[in-house]
C-alpha cells in the first residue's frame, strides 16, 4: 500500500489553484491553515468504497444511492443531523448491517462476497464501546488478539496505547470491563483497534465520553494513522473535530449527500445557491447554513 508521506507532493499554499483541491490535504486537516501547511497529493489507492447503497427500514429510506470513496491516508467526515443516516452508513461499511442495494468494497475486498477478509481490515470504534462486561480490560485485549491472530508484538502495542489512555494499571487489575465508566470502555475498545493499526478505521463519534486529555490524544493518533497511510471514516456531530481532521467532509440529511468536498467546494456550493458565505467562515457556520438551506 502507497504511503502518503513518501509520495507527499508540494503542491502550491493556496488549494484553491491547484487544479483539483479534492486531491490536497493538510497536516491537521482543512481547517488548520496555521498548522504549518504541509500538503499532500492524494494520488493513492481507493479503500473505503461505497456504490449506490440504499437502506429502508421499513417504509423509511435511511440511505438513498449513496457513494462513497476514501483514499489511503485521508480523513473523510461524514457530517448530518441526528437521523440523516451517518450510523447506518458506518454499519453497512463494516459489514454489521447489510445494505438492500448497493456494494462495499474495503481495500479491493468485496464485503458481499468475502466478508471475513474485508472486515479484518477495519478497526471500528462505535459510540457505544461493546465490550465483554465478564472480562478484565486485559482479557477483553488479549481475546482481541487471538481472534485477529495477532502476532506476539500486539501486548507491546497495546501497552503503549494503555499508557497513553493511563489505562495501564486498571487494565491489568482484576476490576472487570462492567464496572468501567463509558470513557474508560472507550479507551481499551480505541487500545484494541490501534493495537491491530488496521488499514481502515471507521469511528462513530469517537469522542463521546472522553475527557479533555483522552480527546487530544485520539486526535493525534488518528493524524498519525493517516499520516501512515491509514483511510479513516469519521462520523461526528462536533464540526470542530471534523474541521480539524477531516481532508474532506460528506453531508447527510435524510440519507442523501447534499454535499461532499472540501471546506472550500463547500464555500463555493453555498454560494452558488446564493447562500452568503465567507472564505473565513468556520465549517460549523457553513455547516449550518447548507442544512438550514436544505431544510427550507
Ligand atoms: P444520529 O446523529 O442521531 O446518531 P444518524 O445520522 O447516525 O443519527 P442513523 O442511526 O443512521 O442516523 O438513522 C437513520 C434513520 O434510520 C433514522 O430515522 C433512524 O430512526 C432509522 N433507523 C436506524 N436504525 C433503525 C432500525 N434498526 N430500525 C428502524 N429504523 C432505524
Redesign the pocket.
Given at each position: 500500500m502507497a504511503r502518503p508521506l513518501a509520495a507527499a507532493k508540494k503542491l502550491s499554499a493556496d488549494p484553491s489553484k491547484d487544479a483539483d483541491p479534492c486531491l490536497v490535504i493538510f497536516k491537521g486537516g482543512f481547517g488548520s491553515g496555521e498548522s504549518g501547511g504541509l500538503l499532500i497529493g492524494f494520488g493513492g489507492e481507493i479503500v473505503i468504497e461505497a456504490i449506490g447503497l440504499v437502506?429502508n427500514?421499513?417504509g423509511?429510506c435511511?440511505?438513498d444511492h449513496f457513494d462513497l470513496t476514501v483514499k489511503t491516508g485521508e480523513i473523510f467526515a461524514l457530517l448530518?443531523?441526528?437521523?440523516?443516516?451517518?450510523?447506518?452508513?458506518?454499519?453497512i461499511l463494516c459489514g454489521l448491517l447489510s445494505s438492500d442495494q448497493g456494494q462495499v468494497r474495503i481495500a479491493g475486498v468485496e464485503m458481499a462476497e468475502e466478508p471475513q477478509k474485508a472486515k479484518t481490515q477495519i478497526g471500528l470504534i462505535p459510540?457505544e464501546p461493546y465490550v465483554y462486561p465478564k472480562l478484565t480490560g486485559w482479557e477483553f485485549l488479549e481475546l482481541m488478539a487471538g481472534m485477529y491472530r495477532l502476532n506476539g508484538r500486539w501486548a507491546e502495542k497495546a501497552v503503549e496505547y494503555l499508557k497513553i489512555f493511563e489505562m495501564d494499571a486498571a487494565a491489568r487489575s482484576r476490576t472487570l470491563l462492567e464496572s468501567y465508566s463509558h470513557g474508560m470502555k472507550q479507551k481499551i475498545v480505541f487500545t484494541a483497534v490501534l493495537m491491530r493499526r488496521p488499514p481502515v478505521m471507521l469511528l462513530?463519534?469517537p469522542l463521546v465520553g472522553l475527557d479533555p486529555k483522552s480527546i487530544r490524544h485520539v486526535k493525534a493518533i488518528v493524524q498519525s494513522c493517516a499520516q501512515e497511510g491509514a483511510s479513516v471514516l469519521l462520523?461526528t456531530?462536533i464540526l470542530t473535530l471534523a474541521e480539524e481532521l477531516a481532508n474532506r467532509i460528506g453531508i447527510?440529511m435524510?440519507?442523501r449527500v447534499q454535499f461532499m468536498g472540501t471546506k472550500l467546494e463547500l464555500h463555493q456550493f453555498l454560494k452558488d445557491r446564493h447562500v452568503e458565505a465567507h472564505s473565513g467562515e468556520s465549517l460549523e457556520d457553513l455547516f449550518l447554513k447548507a442544512t438550514l438551506k436544505e431544510e427550507q
Open positions: 437502506k427500514y421499513g423509511l435511511a440511505l448530518g443531523p441526528n437521523g440523516a443516516g451517518k450510523t447506518t452508513t458506518i454499519k459510540d462513530d463519534e462520523s456531530h447527510l435524510n440519507g
